[in-house]
């Protein structure tokens, strides 16, 4: 019998489970950092979601809140490894306020701790100029053609930025895919048996870290247009906590009074009553989500404006 056809499939459940602490953006992970929550689809689940809910909170006993479907992972050897069983992993999006992780089962990490080229809050982070720009342009040099090295030069510029072009904080996966295609992280590095490159992000097993990325881009595209980052954020919050919780997601700092603005005109928040002090200045008012806005529009959306302050 051919190899292939003895080959049985797994199903996978994979939760990249998402929190705002601190102007923070974090991930759960388990294997002490290594990995996201996943564990095997049975049948005796009533859905894929029930499914990863019961694992993930089995596991980690932190419980899921917004869930969303990611994407589906199904690409030969994406473990890296000869395996008798190809596996197909379904990723889900999850949203939540951070809880204290049971000792031994589950961790937050940062998502910058993987992705130290992400966050542009102040600036555009050294590693790029200082170790990806150079070997992305040594991946460029090294093309066959010269067609090919002004083609991956270009690929480069775009996605990082480089040579004029501008950040776009959406193309997360795009450009860890560029690393990894280029031989620059250590996903890439350990199959081939090669050295990791220092400063190129904390690795992870298998594809774990892609599908992390892929749930950035995701989330990074959809707060622009659905109000998901209330479910981050506490019952009652200043607009200045919402405005850092938005930033800290997006890798990109926000102009404040266009902020507030929008919030104003899109109608998503309304005032709390009360007010806490943030800074040495007078205190400031507390808001809360305004639920009727998901009910009065079918496409609520906030349009934040991604622009530097």
């Not at 939760?15 to 049948?43: D, I, K, N, Q, Y």
Request: aromatic residues 8%; proline residues 5%; contains cysteine.
């Amino acid at each position: 019998m051919p190899k292939s056809a003895s080959r049985s499939v797994v199903v996978d459940l994979i939760a990249v489970l998402a929190a705002v602490t601190g102007g923070a953006p974090r991930v759960m992970t388990v294997e002490h950092g290594s990995a996201l929550p996943s564990g095997p689809f049975e049948l005796a689940h009533r859905s894929l979601q029930q499914g990863l809910r019961d694992w993930v909170e089995q596991r980690t006993h932190h419980p899921l809140g917004y869930l969303e479907q990611l994407y589906t992972f199904a690409d030969k050897d994406r473990s890296g490894a000869e395996s008798a069983a190809r596996t197909i992993s379904i990723s889900y999006l999850g949203l939540a306020r951070e809880q204290a992780a049971t000792a031994g089962a589950a961790e937050w990490h940062g998502w910058y701790e993987y992705f130290p080229w992400e966050d542009h809050r102040d600036g555009a982070p050294p590693v790029i100029a200082g170790t990806l720009a150079p070997a992305l342009a040594a991946w460029a040099d090294a093309a066959p053609s010269a067609a090919e090295r002004s083609h991956r030069g270009q690929r480069a510029a775009i996605s990082f930025g480089l040579d004029g072009a501008i950040w776009n904080e959406e193309l997360t996966l795009q450009r860890y895919e560029l690393l990894y295609e280029a031989g620059i992280v250590a996903e890439r590095l350990r199959r081939e048996g090669r050295q990791e490159t220092a400063g190129a992000g904390r690795p992870m097993i298998a594809d774990h870290r892609r599908i992390l990325a892929t749930a950035i881009a995701r989330l990074r595209a959809k707060i622009k247009y659905r109000p998901v980052v209330f479910e981050l954020m506490p019952p009652t919050f200043t607009l200045l906590q919402l405005q850092r919780c938005v930033e800290a997601i997006a890798g990109r700092t926000l102009h404040k009074q266009n902020f507030r603005r929008l919030m104003e005109q899109q109608e998503l928040v309304e005032e709390a009553g009360g007010a806490t002090t943030e800074t040495l200045g007078r205190p400031a008012k507390l808001f809360r989500f305004r639920h009727a806005v998901v009910e009065e529009r079918a496409f609520a959306g906030t349009k934040l404006p991604l622009a530097r302050s």
